[in-house]
């Protein structure tokens, strides 16, 4: 039986730009054709992903959400400290104390149930902002897996660094955010370029972020970037293969002749080519899909 990669497409929802100091889309409107056109271009290809969503975004968009989730995609909660309530949390998540990021945590996953009527169990920071505390604070409040950071990132200025953090999926460690541990808390990391290529002034590292295709990169960059992931997983053997790309509620996916709506599109068709072509099977997964996957292996 051939090895499984599992494909997990993921989308950050964030509040409408002008309510969202790190970022957002310009309106209600263009974040629901985001949504929505997301979605419908990875049912056309049988994938799936999660949706990592802020409380508000929750709460505006409930319905599709809800629909959306029927269908086979996750809901997660994605938090900017920033862009939460009224705006009185000027910092990044980890530049807060422990204590502090168990309060505002704890806060925004209230509303979140409360939008969406239902737990949550999946999260992933805005700007990948963390602190040794965060995964501790995050199983205290009962979230189980996150695809929380893109690994050797290295952006003091928003408490998100982690050079050096483990590429593959673990299980977390109670003070120590690099390295895998035991605690329940299960990462999913973004998927990197195993060969280390910088984009963003050199402080982030090459991945599937769908809207990098307008400014730094070319579509055969991303193509070429999924080569290189999957064969350095294949290579190393890693137990459990995925590959997470990236985007967010911000452009017009619902517009078939968008060239974002284009490149998901391509990428999608593409990783059924190479993993047939590494004779791997294609698993489209949602991040809790594949903690469920690595306790099922007993990892």
């Given at each position: 039986?051939s090895d499984k990669?599992?494909?997990?497409f993921?989308?950050?929802?964030?509040r409408i730009a002008?309510l969202s100091?790190p970022g957002?889309p310009?309106?209600?409107?263009?974040?629901?054709?985001?949504?929505k056109g997301?979605?419908?271009?990875?049912?056309?290809?049988?994938?799936?992903?999660?949706?990592?969503i802020?409380?508000?975004t929750?709460?505006?968009?409930?319905e599709?959400?809800?629909e959306?989730e029927?269908?086979g995609?996750?809901?997660?909660?994605?938090?900017?400290a920033?862009?939460f309530?009224?705006?009185r949390y000027?910092?990044?998540?980890?530049?807060?104390?422990?204590?502090?990021?168990y309060?505002?945590?704890?806060?925004?996953?209230e509303?979140?149930?409360k939008?969406?009527?239902?737990n949550v169990e999946?999260?992933?920071?805005?700007?990948?902002s963390?602190?040794?505390?965060t995964f501790r604070?995050?199983?205290?409040?009962g979230f189980?897996?996150?695809?929380?950071y893109?690994?050797d990132?290295?952006?003091?200025?928003?408490?998100?660094?982690?050079?050096?953090?483990?590429?593959y999926?673990?299980?977390?460690h109670p003070?120590?955010?690099?390295?895998?541990?035991?605690?329940e808390?299960?990462?999913?990391p973004?998927?990197?370029?195993p060969?280390?290529r910088?984009?963003?002034?050199g402080?982030?590292?090459?991945?599937?972020?769908?809207?990098?295709?307008?400014?730094?990169?070319?579509?055969?960059?991303?193509?070429d970037?999924?080569?290189?992931?999957?064969i350095?997983?294949?290579?190393?053997g890693i137990?459990i293969k995925?590959?997470?790309?990236v985007?967010?509620n911000?452009?017009?996916?619902?517009?078939r002749e968008?060239l974002?709506r284009?490149?998901?599109d391509?990428?999608?068709?593409?990783f059924?080519?190479?993993a047939?072509?590494l004779?791997?099977?294609?698993?489209p997964?949602t991040?809790?899909?594949?903690?469920?996957?690595?306790?099922?292996?007993g990892?």
């Open positions: 039986m990669l599992y494909v997990s993921t989308m950050d929802c964030e002008r100091p957002g310009e309106d209600w409107n263009i974040s629901e054709r985001a949504i997301f979605a419908e271009t990875l049912f056309e290809n049988n994938l799936i992903g999660t949706f990592f802020v409380p508000e929750a709460e505006r968009h409930r599709l959400f809800l959306l029927k269908r995609f996750e809901l997660g909660m994605h938090y900017h920033q862009a309530l009224d705006g000027k910092r990044y998540l980890g530049e807060y104390s422990y204590e502090e990021q309060e505002q945590l704890k806060a925004a996953r509303h979140w149930e939008a969406l009527e239902r999946s999260f992933r920071t805005g700007n990948c963390a602190s040794d505390d604070v995050l199983k205290k409040l189980r897996q996150g695809g929380t893109i690994p990132r290295n952006i003091p200025k928003f408490a998100a660094v982690w050079v050096g953090a483990y590429p999926p673990h299980h977390t003070s120590n955010r690099l390295i895998p541990g035991a605690m808390y299960f990462e999913v973004i998927t990197v370029d060969e280390g910088r984009t963003w002034r402080e982030d590292t090459f991945h599937l972020r769908i809207e990098q295709v307008r400014k730094e990169v070319s579509p055969q960059d991303h193509l970037l999924i080569d290189r992931m999957i350095d997983q294949v290579e190393k137990s995925t590959i997470v790309p985007t967010h911000c452009f017009d996916y619902s517009d968008n974002l284009r490149h998901l391509r990428l999608a068709k593409y059924r080519e190479v047939g072509r004779g791997l099977k294609l698993v997964a991040i809790k899909q594949i903690h469920q996957v690595a306790d099922a292996k990892l």
